[in-house]
């Protein structure tokens, strides 16, 4: 199982999920789909499926457009979104339990509604390799997604309750690349927190050198202020102590007022 990841648009992440043995991929958010056709074609894999985080532009607008070049080459295409997303071009709506199979890849579903009402993580998973998680806009390295319509009892189930759950050598794939920003707003929250500390470190190095940048489930848990709701110095600092979902809030509203000020 190999993840590549394609730039799109300004700050866009789609990605090749990659069967080694079947030569077979899925595609996450193919937004531009000329670049993932691309990026397959030079890696000689077959494109079997799009997996779809969320219904956003910016995620799902490549969507008809990828089914159409399908179609037209004769070529079978699977199109995967969350049963309660709207997902452009949809050809299997999926929720919370299932499964799509890609090679000897399995791509369990999970549902993280916040963002969007529909929005779905995928977790893959291959043998005794290192599972892979495609966050979408729910979880970002060092940060999270706005709530939009959703509820922060949403957006702690879907950090805390489900991604929180996974193995913490889960390596985590997201769909913007909004580190730095995050991580200087975690450095404001814990000053004194070494792990913010490394990661902007890397994190400004990888962005100079334009290397792809990703994190884990565990690590997040060390550096990521919203997933860090659930520890007691950063509910004292937000004057929220034993209360996970207001720490949660807080933490989002001082980044959003934070981030106007810049």
């Not at 809030?249 to 000020?261: A, I």
Request: charged share 25%; proline share 6%; hydrophobic share 35%.
């Amino acid at each position: 199982m190999e993840v590549i990841p394609v730039p799109v648009l300004e700050d866009n992440y789609s990605y090749l999920l990659v069967d080694g043995g079947s030569k077979t991929c899925g595609v996450v958010d193919p937004v531009t789909p000329s670049k993932v056709i691309e990026a397959a074609k030079e890696r000689g894999v077959k494109i079997t499926h799009v997996l779809t985080t969320h219904s956003h532009w910016d995620h799902a607008g490549g969507n008809e457009e990828i089914a159409k070049i399908f179609k037209e080459a004769g070529e079978e295409l699977t199109v995967v979104g969350g049963k309660n997303d709207g997902i452009p071009a949809c050809t299997l709506p999926v929720g919370q339990g299932d499964t799509i199979q890609i090679g000897g890849i399995e791509v369990a579903v999970l549902d993280v509604p916040c963002h969007t009402p529909g929005h779905v993580a995928f977790l893959a998973s291959c043998g005794a390799e290192t599972p892979v998680v495609f966050t979408g806009d729910t979880l970002f390295v060092g940060g999270c997604g706005n709530f939009n319509s959703g509820t922060p009892e949403q957006m702690h189930h879907a950090l805390i309750n489900v991604l929180g759950k996974l193995d913490d050598n889960t390596r985590v794939f997201v769909g913007h690349n909004y580190t730095e920003k995050n991580l200087r707003w975690a450095l404001h929250v814990e000053p004194e927190n070494p792990a913010v500390k490394a990661k902007l470190e890397e994190t400004r190095k990888s962005n100079e050198e334009k290397v792809f940048i990703s994190s884990t489930i565990g690590q997040e848990k060390q550096f990521n202020p919203f997933m860090r709701c659930v520890i007691p110095e950063i509910q004292q600092h937000f004057q929220t102590p034993g209360d996970e979902v207001a720490t949660l809030l807080r933490v989002r509203r001082g980044k959003d007022e934070w981030g106007r000020s810049l």
